[in-house]
């Protein structure tokens, strides 16, 4: 075990960050795309309404569990952490990887996708979407080197700037009234087996669109009083979320009807198009830049705190606990954005955004089963803020996790079989690891 005062992280991070990285960190351009997929999938208004307020309640129940498990153990890289607690060193050891490589491939993803939006700005810089790519994952290690100071301020603003542009996309929706939303159909076909397919389908990606909910919950150690700022920022952050993709759903609908969307690939470029004529799609391609800004510094900031705990506790090399004078992990942010440089030179993602649904989905689910063990076996642990309605809330996380991860093994089975494969070699990786560091 490393513990050098040295390495410690710095606490100076509060409320009004943790709720701009939760929002940084979830709110993407998942959210302008996906309202086309789902309308094809559901084809039914009210149903698909429903399907993201059952994905925001999901998460909102989520968040209830973590806020106790985040306020009893601060420590950086979240997750990890409780399950290392719970279910000893070997669960801690594979969940804390699983969330590692789940939160370490986004950076280099947003890189390439910011690139390609900004060639849409600028099309003469077309023949330079990777040395764009880059040249931004540069620049975030560089502003992140400098300290935690600088990375929290950007990603307030950022957020900040965010949630502005969301907000007057609905507003302009809603002031727009060239077309009348289509009458709602009667569909008493929800039980047929085509419908309830499309539901947990879309279930899928609109959990992938709220991912990022509990990104809080990396940064607990830094935070100046996480007893009182992470349960706060958790459930704000999250019913925030909530708020908005529910209206950006109605908002789109109240522009265009449901059969309409259903063929969009991009949802809110058509509809921008519809109400701002030609500049609509450069207006919905700043939004998507703002979007992806502010995503990329959460996610440029997280995959070095679950490093950091590893590495503090043996699982990694000892170097990567070295702290810079500003509070930033250096190492464990020098090492994730040599991952993210390969990445973005290798340039697919697929197989490794499939794989990342599922460990999101197991991560959450050990952190839920965590908290009932912790309950019964640390039942004097400090808990600042403890869980409502538990056990109740906790075990209906579970169920629904558990829900999810069976219709995942069903909609990709490709992934699970990598998922087994890497369980199977993790343990002799464990073992070594562990004669090393006794």
Same mark, same amino acid.
């Given at each position: 075990?490393?513990?050098?005062?040295?390495?410690?992280?710095?606490?100076?991070?509060?409320?009004?960050?943790?709720?701009?990285?939760?929002?940084?960190?979830?709110?993407?351009?998942?959210?302008?795309?996906?309202?086309?997929?789902?309308?094809?999938?559901?084809?039914?208004?009210?149903?698909?309404?429903?399907?993201?307020?059952?994905?925001?309640?999901?998460?909102?129940?989520?968040?209830?569990?973590?806020?106790?498990?985040?306020?009893?153990?601060?420590?950086?890289?979240?997750?990890?952490?409780?399950?290392?607690?719970?279910?000893?060193?070997?669960?801690?050891?594979?969940?804390?990887?699983?969330?590692?490589?789940?939160?370490?491939?986004?950076?280099?993803?947003?890189?390439?996708?910011?690139?390609?939006?900004?060639?849409?700005?600028?099309?003469?810089?077309?023949?330079?979407?990777?040395?764009? =790519?880059? &040249?931004? @994952?540069? +620049?975030?290690?560089?502003?992140?080197?400098?300290?935690? $100071? %600088? *990375?929290?301020? /950007?990603?307030?603003?950022?957020?900040?700037?965010?949630?502005?542009?969301?907000?007057?996309?609905?507003?302009?929706?809603?002031?727009?009234?060239?077309?009348?939303?289509?009458?709602?159909?009667?569909?008493?076909?929800?039980?047929?087996?085509?419908?309830?397919?499309?539901?947990?389908?879309?279930?899928?990606?609109?959990?992938?669109?709220?991912?990022?909910?509990?990104?809080?919950?990396?940064?607990?150690?830094?935070?100046?009083?996480?007893?009182?700022?992470?349960?706060?920022?958790?459930?704000?952050?999250?019913?925030?979320?909530?708020?908005?993709?529910?209206?950006?759903?109605?908002?789109?609908?109240?522009?265009?009807?449901?059969?309409?969307? =259903?063929? &969009?690939? @991009?949802? +809110?470029?058509?509809?921008?198009?519809?109400?701002?004529? $030609? %500049? *609509?799609?450069? /207006?919905?391609?700043?939004?998507?830049?703002?979007?992806?800004?502010?995503?990329?510094?959460?996610?440029?900031?997280?995959?070095?705190?679950?490093?950091?705990?590893?590495?503090?506790?043996?699982?990694?090399?000892?170097?990567?606990?070295?702290?810079?004078?500003?509070?930033?992990?250096?190492?464990?942010?020098?090492?994730?954005?040599?991952?993210?440089?390969?990445?973005?030179?290798?340039?697919?993602?697929?197989?490794?955004?499939?794989?990342?649904?599922?460990?999101?989905?197991?991560?959450?689910?050990?952190?839920?089963?965590?908290?009932?063990?912790?309950?019964?076996?640390?039942?004097?642990?400090?808990?600042?803020?403890?869980?409502?309605?538990?056990?109740?809330?906790?075990?209906? +996380?579970?169920?629904?996790?558990?829900?999810?991860?069976?219709?995942?093994?069903?909609?990709?089975?490709?992934?699970?079989?990598?998922?087994?494969?890497?369980?199977?070699?993790?343990?002799?990786?464990?073992?070594?690891?562990?004669?090393?560091?006794?």
């Amino acid at each position: 075990m490393i513990d050098s005062k040295k390495n410690q992280l710095k606490k100076s991070l509060g409320l009004s960050f943790n709720i701009a990285v939760l929002i940084g960190g979830t709110i993407g351009v998942g959210i302008l795309r996906t309202p086309g997929t789902i309308a094809g999938l559901l084809d039914n208004y009210w149903l698909i309404i429903a399907s993201w307020l059952f994905g925001g309640l999901f998460v909102l129940i989520g968040a209830n569990s973590y806020a106790e498990l985040a306020t009893m153990l601060p420590k950086a890289g979240g997750s990890y952490n409780y399950i290392k607690r719970a279910f000893g060193d070997y669960a801690g050891f594979l969940s804390g990887w699983f969330d590692y490589i789940t939160n370490a491939i986004p950076p280099a993803f947003y890189c390439i996708v910011i690139s390609e939006y900004i060639i849409i700005l600028f099309p003469n810089l077309g023949n330079y979407a990777t040395a764009i =790519a880059i &040249s931004l @994952l540069l +620049a975030f290690v560089l502003l992140h080197l400098t300290g935690v $100071k %600088n *990375g929290s301020a /950007i990603q307030q603003i950022t957020s900040f700037l965010k949630v502005i542009c969301f907000v007057a996309l609905v507003v302009a929706c809603f002031m727009y009234s060239g077309i009348k939303l289509a009458p709602i159909p009667k569909d008493n076909s929800f039980f047929q087996i085509g419908l309830l397919f499309g539901f947990f389908k879309s279930l899928q990606l609109i959990i992938g669109t709220y991912n990022g909910w509990n990104s809080v919950c990396f940064f607990a150690e830094e935070n100046e009083n996480p007893g009182k700022n992470i349960p706060k920022s958790l459930y704000s952050g999250v019913l925030l979320v909530v708020a908005i993709y529910v209206l950006l759903n109605i908002a789109f609908f109240h522009v265009l009807p449901i059969e309409t969307l =259903a063929k &969009s690939n @991009l949802a +809110a470029a058509d509809v921008a198009n519809i109400i701002f004529g $030609k %500049n *609509g799609a450069i /207006i919905v391609t700043v939004i998507s830049i703002f979007s992806l800004i502010s995503i990329l510094n959460a996610f440029m900031m997280i995959p070095p705190r679950i490093l950091y705990g590893l590495s503090r506790d043996g699982f990694f090399t000892e170097k990567g606990t070295t702290v810079n004078q500003g509070g930033t992990p250096i190492v464990a942010l020098l090492v994730s954005s040599l991952f993210s440089l390969f990445l973005i030179c290798i340039g697919s993602f697929e197989v490794l955004f499939s794989f990342a649904a599922f460990t999101s989905i197991i991560v959450w689910g050990l952190a839920y089963c965590s908290l009932l063990k912790l309950r019964v076996t640390e039942p004097n642990l400090p808990r600042p803020y403890r869980s409502i309605w538990y056990p109740w809330t906790t075990i209906i +996380a579970i169920i629904a996790s558990l829900a999810l991860l069976i219709g995942f093994v069903y909609s990709d089975p490709k992934s699970f079989i990598i998922i087994v494969i890497i369980t199977l070699i993790s343990y002799p990786l464990f073992w070594v690891l562990n004669r090393k560091k006794k």
